[in-house]
């Protein structure tokens, strides 16, 4: 089982930045992937970027250059640095997370979704 807690969220002006933040909290489970999708009204909900356990990253090409995904594996934390903020930004952002549970020498995945964020970018 996993519960995901997202901060973070808020008003902000165009060209301004915000971080938010997802605290994953497991039990019998490891954390494999983490990511940050985002839905806007109307829109179907899309991939804003994730990272691997090693670091690796994966960007939309809408928010590359603009967007760092990090994570902290001691403390199940996942940061999404949003600079540069535009008003197509507006959405509502969501955490999610891979895990991976180990039984009787079995490997099980799962997945959650945190409860939603909302970020609205206006001047």
């Known amino acids: 089982q996993v519960q995901l807690v997202e901060a973070g969220g808020g008003l902000v002006r165009p060209g301004g930045s915000l971080r938010l933040s997802c605290t994953a909290s497991v039990r019998d489970s490891s954390i494999d992937i983490m990511a940050w999708y985002r839905q806007a009204p109307g829109n179907q909900r899309e991939l804003v970027a994730n990272?691997?356990?090693?670091?690796?990253?994966n960007y939309a090409d809408s928010v590359k250059g603009r967007f760092t995904i990090a994570r902290d594996n001691a403390k199940d934390v996942v940061y999404l640095q949003m600079t540069d903020l535009e008003p197509g930004d507006t959405a509502v952002y969501y955490c999610?997370?891979?895990?991976?549970?180990?039984?009787?020498?079995?490997?099980?995945?799962?997945?959650?979704w945190g409860q939603g964020t909302q970020v609205t970018v206006s001047s």
């Open positions: 999610y997370v891979e895990t991976i549970t180990r039984v009787s020498g079995m490997r099980y995945r799962g997945d959650a």
């Open positions: 990272i691997a356990t090693d670091g690796t990253t």
